[in-house]
Nanobody, 122 residues
C-alpha cells in the first residue's frame, strides 16, 4: 500500500515536499515514480527513482527544480519541488514498480497511492 502526503496550497515561487510511504512490501526492491494529473488533463509523468536509487529521471517541466530521493530505512520516497509554478497545480500520485528502472510510463507501475493535491497560486 502506498500512502502519499505533503500536498497543500503554496504561492508561486515557493517550495513543497511530498512523501510517499510503501507498506507491506520490500520497499528497497521497488522503483518509485511520481505522476500528476491536472484538472481536465491526462496523468503525466513527473519523475522517478530506480529500485537501487542509482538513477533518477524527471520530466523536462520540473527538471532542475525538483528532486526525488528515497530512504529505504523509512520505506519512503520524496519529491521536493522548488520554484513552484501555477502549472504545477495537480493531484500528485506515487507509484511502485518492482525492480523497475524508473520508467516514465504509468503502465509500468503495479501499485498506486491515492494522490495528494498540490495547488500553486499565482
Amino acid at each position: 500500500q502506498l500512502q502519499a502526503s505533503g500536498g497543500g496550497l503554496v504561492q508561486a515561487g515557493g517550495s513543497l515536499g511530498l512523501s510517499c510511504a510503501l507498506s507491506g512490501r520490500p520497499f528497497s526492491s521497488y522503483a518509485l515514480g511520481w505522476f500528476r494529473q491536472a484538472p481536465g488533463k491526462e496523468r503525466e509523468f513527473v519523475g522517478a527513482i530506480s529500485w537501487n536509487g542509482g538513477s533518477t529521471y524527471y520530466v523536462d517541466a520540473v527538471k532542475g527544480r525538483s528532486t526525488i530521493s528515497r530512504d529505504n530505512a523509512k520505506n519512503t520516497v520524496y519529491l521536493q519541488m522548488n520554484t513552484l509554478k501555477p502549472e504545477d497545480t495537480a493531484v500528485y500520485y506515487c507509484a511502485a514498480d518492482l525492480y523497475g528502472s524508473g520508467d516514465n510510463s504509468a503502465t509500468a507501475y503495479e501499485s498506486w497511492g491515492q494522490g495528494t493535491e498540490v495547488t500553486v497560486s499565482s
